[in-house]
């Protein structure tokens, strides 16, 4: 069993518009709203995969028919904790031209209380679970070093842990003993206080990371792949799709992908690999962190995977 703590839950909300003019009234063609936050989308992906999946995040009253709904449709475990206000809503603005804007709430406060629940929820995961998944913002209220925590207390259990998080999350879950990293290109730059643009950049963030302890740190870099350092070798990925309708969440099916073929006992290239794989499957569609298993395994003879020298 994989277990993903994602704890930030969102209600996200797509409009279809035809041009978004700032200022002015719009009618938006099509309303499409659907449970999501990263943690969500990591687990549904997973599922998608075919392996057994639980997921540990927010609920309320107002969604929680809706989330546990979606989440059982989909083979995903759900172990919601259900909160006195409303979960956060994602606006994703959508022109017709393919440009996305995106406005993110910053969600509800959370008290102790209800941070202590996600947290002994998870705990009791523990016991049945191969591979941990940390992923996304942490609720307001939450210490930064959440993460970080939690790496040092599950890691010496022999579980490897995946964690995509940024910000301060990130720089302090980067000296805590993730068996892996993965910040996209933006996260790795404002990690290293260095620009990330090509792929020799990202290789360099990757060795510094796995000086750092991390056992194998990848940088995604949108459609040009993604870089992972597994301690002997750099390795590239990467897949050209012919047209992205959504790359939205590709960073969270890559990080499925990735736990996935760990799971399976399968090398960090080859977790790089269905990574990338995912990835790409998630842009080729409009729904955001969500992958068909039939287009995953078409992708993943395409994947060009090259050691990297650079
Ligand atoms: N346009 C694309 N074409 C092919 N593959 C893509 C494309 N966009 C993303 N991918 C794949 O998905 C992986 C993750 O994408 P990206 O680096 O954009 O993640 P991200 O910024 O963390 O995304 P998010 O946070 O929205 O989930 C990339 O490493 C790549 O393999
Ligand atoms: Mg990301």
Known sequence: MITVAGFNTAIDRLYTLDALEPGAVQRAANVQAYPGGKGLHVAQTIAALGEPVQLVGLTDVFHRNLIARR???????????EIAGELRHCLALRERDGRMTEVLDPGPLLPPRAQQQLLDTLWRCVEDTDAMVLSGSLPR???ADTYAALLRQIAPRGLPCLVDASGEALRLAADAGAFLLK???DEA?????????????AAVVARALHARGVAFPVITLGARGALGFDGADCWHASLAIAHSANAVGSGDCFLAGAAVALRRGGEPAQALRLGVACGAANALHEETGYVQ???VDALLAEV???????
């Open 141 to 143: 209220g939450f210490e």
């Open 304 to 310: 060009r995977l090259v050691r990297f020298d650079g």
């Open 293 to 295: 298993r039939a287009q």
């Open 183 to 185: 910040p996209n290109r």
């Open 189 to 201: 730059a404002q990690l290293a206080g260095r620009a990330v643009d090509t792929v020799e950049d």
């Open 71 to 81: 989440m059982s449709e989909r083979g995903v475990l759900f172990h919601g904790v």
